[in-house]
């Protein structure tokens, strides 16, 4: 579904440059004022400059937007240090006495404010319980099918922040547990209906895999 809306973002944007570049050679072909033959050739030409130049402007325009507006949500899941990247999705695996453990790191940068009202929801199948740490019970909190991390709970005490906090999830198997695996892909919940607050946050994660295990 993002990547669609990527697809259709850029489809967007490229549509809008086009037309406007076409707008502004009707309105003015600079080249046919400096060389006043071949028309059709100076029309495309300056057709190009414009869309060129344009889409320079709107990429920069862009570029200094998400790197001073906007705020980011980094959620990595990890087994172990070594491989802890967001490129990697780990593969869980059930192992004694029929508990997987999976660690997550969540780096908030930004502006504290754009933080506010946002929730992190992990999916997870409800034969299995979840577990962690007492001190995170505040910003975790499990519901029948998921774990939210509320993003309001953390320790951001000046107006930009650049916070991290990593700890680890438990999964218990119950005895009546199918076997099977478990695709938790987390999400970004935004409590408030507002589309500003939308464009003024982006989340970047990885996702992990519950395995059975295979004796």
């Given at each position: 579904?993002?990547?669609?809306?990527?697809?259709?973002?850029?489809?967007?944007?490229?549509?809008?440059?086009?037309?406007?570049?076409?707008?502004?050679?009707?309105?003015?072909?600079?080249?046919?004022?400096?060389?006043?033959?071949?028309?059709?050739?100076?029309?495309?030409?300056?057709?190009?400059?414009?869309?060129?130049?344009?889409?320079?402007?709107?990429?920069?325009?862009l570029d200094w937007f998400d790197e001073s507006m906007r705020s980011t949500v980094e959620l990595v899941f990890f087994l172990d240090a070594a491989n802890k990247s967001i490129t990697n999705n780990p593969n869980v695996v059930f192992r004694d006495f029929d508990i997987a453990e999976i660690k997550l790191e969540v780096h908030l940068n930004g502006k504290k404010k754009n933080f506010q009202n946002l929730t992190i929801i992990?999916?997870?199948?409800?034969?299995?319980?979840?577990?962690?740490?007492?001190?995170?019970?505040?910003v975790c909190i499990k519901a029948q099918d998921n774990i939210s991390i509320n993003l309001s709970e953390f320790n951001m005490g000046e107006e930009k922040a650049n916070t991290f906090m990593e700890f680890s999830i438990q999964f218990i198997k119950s005895s009546d547990s199918p076997i099977n695996e478990l695709e938790c892909r987390p999400s970004l919940k935004f409590k408030k209906i507002c589309p500003v607050q939308r464009l003024l946050c982006k989340f970047n994660h990885n996702y992990f895999i519950l395995k059975e295990r295979r004796d």
């Open positions: 579904m993002v990547l669609k809306l990527k697809k259709f973002g850029v489809f967007f944007k490229v549509s809008i440059i086009s037309i406007f570049a076409i707008y502004l050679v009707e309105k003015f072909n600079f080249l046919a004022v400096l060389f006043p033959f071949n028309p059709s050739f100076l029309f495309s030409t300056c057709l190009g400059i414009y869309t060129g130049a344009i889409s320079l402007v709107v990429d920069t325009i992990i999916p997870y199948n409800n034969f299995y319980d979840v577990q962690f740490a007492k001190n995170y019970r505040d």
